[in-house]
């Protein structure tokens, strides 16, 4: 027999074979399983509902406020200005025979929304009752506690044409130098004269303790009185008196010498500071069937109506497995990227009625009640993966057909970063706030976008 015959014949012998066995296998275990104990996995779609709201305020307990204005020929505009105390650390002295040379507020920033080049002018006035406490709202009026007669100073700007100074920073063999931009304010000398005369006092008078030092210096508001186009996200606030002293034979030669120092108050996360925020946002709220709105700061959410009881029936008796839910945003391609506003970098998905304390409680997202998703500029979307646990814990809390209403809300987001042995790294939320920095994307609300992509199983 030639070898190609052989082969040929081999290799029927072989596929008869193999035939079988697959034949043989795809009965084993169903032979001992009823017919209608099988399971069975169907699909279905989910379409869902959405509106752009207003939103009133938002809890903004920040140490990063945000400064200035910006219209945006599509999502309308924002302004911004802040109220702060200033903490009295232990280790602010005046020298002995302190002279006050001159006094000046000090705002530092490294980034900012807008055009950096149009003028704006802002203004410091003296704060002259005490400012709440945990009100941390945006829509709180500072100009209740201020004395609006004349701003203690004044200084017009551009964005970038300040002063600035560098700082480096390391991280492993790797260093970056960032610009730090700072505007100075020239303020009253007499009011370091007035710090000075209280330190003089016997035991410091009211500098002695921060209780008593709020009541003596409830602090500044900081705002701009004219320019539109730029919004600062600040990253410290100072007040800096700066004096002179006579320090007895100081010099190398022992003769008196003439120095310089400076007492400095900083607006700290130990103490009050508010962010106040105003928006126009009247076109956003129009009726549109193409898309709804999110923006930031306290500007408008988007909520989602989950039609639940369409689907409540197939709940009684189908285990859900999968319900995967992703939001597209839509690219503005006519605005100029150097100043338009960017997608927010999270948004938290969170039910109507769990949202009331969440930020207050500096809660994290549970993925029950509450879930979170990162923007993907790749897809320009937000995916929130699979989202069946929050439709299953409902399921178990309610004895008839229902529909949930959640929110999506522009957030911050605070990661901590732990390194496995394998050198690969995880990154878990510690902290999520309200986001404070403007952002502003349109979401898709047409229905082949807008759905609940569903997996049941069922036996």
């Not at 700072?182 to 209780?211: A, C, M, R, V, Y």
């Not at 606030?237 to 007492?263: H, Q, V, W």
């Not at 409680?361 to 993966?385: E, I, Q």
Request: one cysteine or more; aromatic letters at 12%.
């Amino acid at each position: 027999m030639k070898f190609h015959t052989l082969y040929k014949l081999l290799s029927i012998t072989l596929v008869i074979i193999f035939t079988s066995c697959v034949d043989t296998l795809d009965k084993i275990g169903f032979s001992i399983q009823p017919e209608n104990d099988r399971v069975q996995v169907g699909t279905d779609t989910l379409t869902l509902s959405s509106r752009t709201i207003q939103v009133d305020s938002v809890f903004s307990r920040t140490k990063y406020p945000i400064l200035g204005e910006y219209v945006d020929p599509v999502f309308g505009s924002i302004r911004s200005d802040y109220v702060g105390e200033f903490y009295l650390s232990e280790n602010q002295v005046f020298k002995d025979g302190a002279v006050i040379d001159s006094v000046r507020l000090t705002i530092s920033y490294t980034s900012l929304i807008g055009d950096s080049l149009s003028p704006m002018k802002l203004a410091v006035y003296k704060v002259i009752e005490a400012l709440p406490k945990n009100h941390n709202y945006t829509n709180f009026d500072p100009r209740t506690k201020v004395d609006m007669s004349a701003p203690l100073g004044t200084k017009t700007f551009t964005g970038k044409n300040n002063t600035y100074r560098t700082e480096t920073y390391y991280s492993g063999t790797t260093s970056q130098t960032i610009k730090i931009y700072e505007i100075l304010t020239d303020l009253p000398k007499s009011l370091g004269q007035l710090f000075l005369d209280e330190f003089k006092k016997p035991d410091h008078g009211k500098l002695k303790n921060t209780e008593t030092f709020r009541e003596f210096f409830p602090g500044l508001y900081v705002t701009t009185e004219f320019g539109s186009s730029t919004i600062l996200n600040v990253n410290l606030t100072s007040l800096n008196i700066f004096y002179s002293y006579l320090d007895p034979k100081g010099s190398s030669t022992k003769t008196d010498t003439i120095r310089t120092a400076e007492y400095r108050l900083n607006i700290s996360p130990e103490v009050t500071q508010i962010n106040h925020i105003e928006n126009k946002n009247e076109q956003l709220l129009e009726a549109n069937d193409n898309v709804t709105f999110v923006k930031s700061p306290a500007g408008v959410n988007t909520e989602i109506t989950f039609p639940i009881s369409e689907i409540y029936a197939d709940l009684a008796n189908r285990s859900l497995n999968q319900a995967r839910f992703t939001v597209y945003a839509i690219p503005e391609v006519y605005q100029d990227e150097k100043v338009k506003l960017s997608p927010p970098d999270h948004l938290l998905l969170i039910n109507k009625d769990s949202l009331n304390g969440f930020f207050e409680n500096r809660k994290l997202h549970d993925n029950v009640t509450s879930f979170y998703a990162s923007f993907d500029p790749n897809t320009y979307s937000y995916n929130f993966g699979n989202i069946a646990a929050m439709i299953n814990y409902y399921k178990r809390q309610k004895s008839e057909p229902f529909d949930l209403t959640y929110y999506l809300i522009p957030v911050d987001i605070t990661f901590s970063t732990t390194s496995s042995y394998n050198y690969s790294s995880t990154s878990t939320p510690t902290a999520i706030y309200n986001q404070m920095k403007p952002s502003a994307a349109m979401l898709e609300r047409a229905p082949e976008k807008l759905k609940l992509d569903i997996i049941y199983s069922s036996f």
